[in-house]
């Protein structure tokens, strides 16, 4: 029995890895980033291009989002869904 569970671990393992990736400035160009302060003077990286946002603080919050027309489908994390909404009208304008 506990050798097929290592199986099924083993089996899993690879999708499990493939879904957990973390999203940072690192995945933007430098071109597309600049460093600003939020409203409480927190350093955060403000990256955007034609159609996408992504701000990210220290701390490990980010906010993801579409500046196009998908609305305002945001991810976030660290903040809340109206905050992360608000930074993407900000930048989106």
């Known amino acids: 029995m506990t050798r097929n569970?290592?199986?099924?671990?083993?089996?899993?393992?690879?999708?499990t890895l493939t879904f957990t990736t973390s999203v940072s400035a690192a995945d933007w160009k430098d071109r597309d980033c600049h460093n600003e302060k939020d409203e409480?003077?927190?350093?955060?990286?403000?990256?955007?291009n034609?159609?996408?946002?992504?701000?990210f603080w220290k701390d490990g919050s980010f906010v993801n989002g579409w500046c196009d027309?998908?609305?305002?489908?945001?991810?976030?994390?660290?903040?809340?869904?109206?905050?992360?909404?608000?930074?993407?009208?900000?930048?989106?304008?």
Do not use: H, M
């Open 50 to 55: 034609q159609e996408s946002i992504g701000i």
């Open 5 to 15: 569970r290592f199986w099924g671990f083993l089996l899993a393992l690879p999708f």
């Open 69 to 93: 027309d998908r609305g305002y489908d945001v991810d976030f994390k660290g903040v809340s869904k109206t905050e992360a909404v608000s930074w993407v009208k900000y930048y989106c304008g």
């Open 40 to 48: 409480s003077g927190n350093p955060v990286e403000v990256c955007r």
